[in-house]
């Protein structure tokens, strides 16, 4: 007995795929950058200290003295001699009439007026720097400072982007089928 046979054949599909890579490309341009230091504002004043010096009794013992001051100790110095003068007159006249009594006053006041009296050694250093004035205003200095801010600007450039898509195609190279044969 034959028993039909059946008899299939196929045939695989076979896609064929055609690529096309998509590209892309990206560029980023540098920031632009402006960048300044405005200088700082610098204030400077000052007062001149001030030195003051009277040397008016400094020269007065260095025998440097103005006419005024000169005159001036001329005049004192007449005034107290002519005192002095009048009062040993009158001194002196007083011991006159003391002559009745049979004092010697005579000789005595001879002495007195004839003889100069001995001058004293003495060292005296000069000038004395203690009698020199001295006076002192110290000055000033302010000194301000005023920082200034940097002034930055950046412009910020967008990337530069290209792209292009890729592309896939598509064809059927081999198409599939299949074949059933009945054999008897």
Do not use: C
């Amino acid at each position: 007995m034959n028993i039909p046979q059946l008899q299939i054949t196929t045939t695989r599909g076979v896609l064929g795929l055609q690529t096309t890579p998509g590209t892309q490309e990206i560029e980023q341009p540098r920031a632009i950058m402006s960048q300044q230091q405005p200088a700082a504002i610098l204030e400077i004043s000052t007062t001149r200290p001030q030195l003051s010096l009277d040397t008016t009794e400094v020269r007065a013992d260095l025998d440097l003295k103005s006419v005024f001051k000169r005159t001036e100790e001329f005049a004192q110095l007449g005034m107290q001699e002519g005192m002095e003068g009048i009062a040993r007159r009158a001194e002196q006249g007083r011991e006159l009439m003391d002559i009745a009594n049979g004092n010697n006053v005579i000789k005595q006041q001879a002495i007195e007026n004839g003889s100069r009296p001995m001058k004293s050694l003495g060292i005296k250093f000069i000038p004395n720097p203690l009698k020199l004035e001295m006076e002192i205003q110290p000055g000033t200095l302010d000194i301000n400072v005023e920082p200034q801010k940097p002034i930055n600007e950046v412009t910020v450039q967008k990337p530069i982007h290209r792209y292009t898509p890729g592309k896939v195609t598509v064809q059927m190279e081999q198409w599939p089928s299949i074949q059933i044969d009945v054999k008897w």
